[in-house]
């Protein structure tokens, strides 16, 4: 029996013909706006498969007619952002850190792209920003142990301390004054108490008076007469309050005990000689470059 099309009491409509236990279905055509632009998208997807990339093939996609590639124009786009690097690059290859650090455009550029390399090469070790942690110097603070001008840094990130990878490398080494038998447990606490007067927290003025001697003759020929320290040989300032190794008593013994001579690897040969120069002025930067 064909579906019986009439005509709704209520709503003025037509019904479908469909009837489930005396429920009828209006028949309710979709709007006419809404139905254009469902054939407009038809069309515009259509037109878009001719124009662009679309459909996968076996051996690739369908190109479409206008060559669009997205992943050209991103490697272009990248092509012009190294060449415009490319163009800082090579004055920073052609200058030293002195001539770059004169140069304030040329500054911006190296210490953006000092920050980059520090973060990636040395933060792991000195901390973000150079803060220091553990046994890893600060490198935010005008206590150089190797120098803090642009040459001593230069030359400390290219050879690196007391490496075995570097000839060049940064070298001197503390004598182990107790492991090695020079000093006795008591010389050394002698000695230590000597260290600390400088910055006033000796407890045994005795013992600061014995340590005096025993100081001038084992430790002044690197760390200096009044413990400012030499940069030359690598030897921190002993007469201020900032410690390597730490400032307590049985952390200052130990270190003249046994010295624990911190390595730093060489970075020539790993890093360019342009991500050095950068490093340089960068670290230089940082607060306590001299
Ligand atoms: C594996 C750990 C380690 C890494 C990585 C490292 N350093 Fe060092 N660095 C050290 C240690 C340890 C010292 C101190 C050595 C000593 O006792 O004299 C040091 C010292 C220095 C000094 C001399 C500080 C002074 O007071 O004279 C500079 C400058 C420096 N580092 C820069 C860098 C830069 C820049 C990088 C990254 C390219 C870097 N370091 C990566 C461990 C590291
Ligand atoms: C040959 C040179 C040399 C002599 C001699 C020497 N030192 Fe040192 N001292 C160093 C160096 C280099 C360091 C750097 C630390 C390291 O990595 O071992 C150092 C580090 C230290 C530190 C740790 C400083 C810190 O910031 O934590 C103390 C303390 C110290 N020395 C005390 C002494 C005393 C006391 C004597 C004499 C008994 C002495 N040193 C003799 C070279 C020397």
Known sequence: MPAKIEKDELSGMETTGHEWDGIKELNTPLPKWWVYLFYATILFSIAWWIL???????????KGVLGSNQRLEVEERLAEGRARQQKWLEQIAAKSPAEIRADPELLRFATVGGQAAFATNCAPCHAAGGAGQG?????VDDEWIWGGTLEDIEYSIRHGIRNVDDPQ??????????ADGILDRAQIRDVTQFVLQWSGRATDQAAVARGAALYAEH???????????MTALGAPRLSDAIWLYGGKVEQIEA???????GVMPPWQGRLSDETIKMLTVYVHGLGGGQ
Do not use: D, K
Not at 255 to 261: F, G, L, V
């Open 52 to 62: 662009y990339p679309a459909w996968p093939s076996l051996t690739g996609y369908t």
């Open 135 to 139: 046994f890893f110097p600060a490198l």
């Open 169 to 178: 490398a940064r070298a001197s080494v503390m004598p182990a004054f107790g």
């Open 219 to 229: 430790c002044a020929s690197c760390h200096g007469e009044n413990g400012e320290g």
């Open 255 to 261: 270190q003249i005990w046994r010295p624990r001579h």
